[in-house]
Nanobody, 123 residues
Framework: QVQLVESGGGLVQAGGSLRLSCAASGRTSRGYAMAWFRQAPGKEREFVASIRWSGGVTKYADSVKGRFTISRDNAKNMGYLQMNSLKPEDTAVYYC????????????????WGQGTQVTVSS
């Protein structure tokens, strides 16, 4: 089992930045891919970004390319999502996920999920 805890969400003005963190604990010795998904009110959960265990391969949703950067520090069992040039449409609960070799964009590729952290972008 792997436990994931997100942090770093909050309220920010449009154009601002936030850095989300995902702390992994438990059976982290196995190399899992890590991803971020988000869910806005009344909408389906959607893929944001993912990264392979090695960190060498990443994938991004078109809506965040060039603005968001996913990274990880395996020595610290941490994952990160740097979000720049935030827009009101980025407002959502952001979830960290881990599983598989990845980096997959499909939610069902990930076995472990955090509880989520709220990101609100005001206009």
């Amino acid at each position: 089992q792997v436990q994931l805890v997100e942090s770093g969400g909050g309220l920010v003005q449009a154009g601002g930045s936030l850095r989300l963190s995902c702390a992994a604990s438990g059976r982290t010795s196995r190399g899992y891919a890590m991803a971020w998904f988000r869910q806005a009110p009344g909408k389906e959960r959607e893929f944001v970004a993912s990264i392979r265990w090695s960190g060498g391969v990443t994938k991004y949703a078109d809506s965040v390319k060039g603005r968001f950067t996913i990274s990880r520090d395996n020595a610290k069992n941490m994952g990160y999502l740097q979000m720049n040039s935030l827009k009101p449409e980025d407002t959502a609960v952001y979830y960290c996920a881990a599983g598989g070799l990845g980096p997959s964009i499909a939610a069902d590729s990930y076995s472990y999920w955090g509880q989520g952290t709220q990101v609100t972008v005001s206009s």
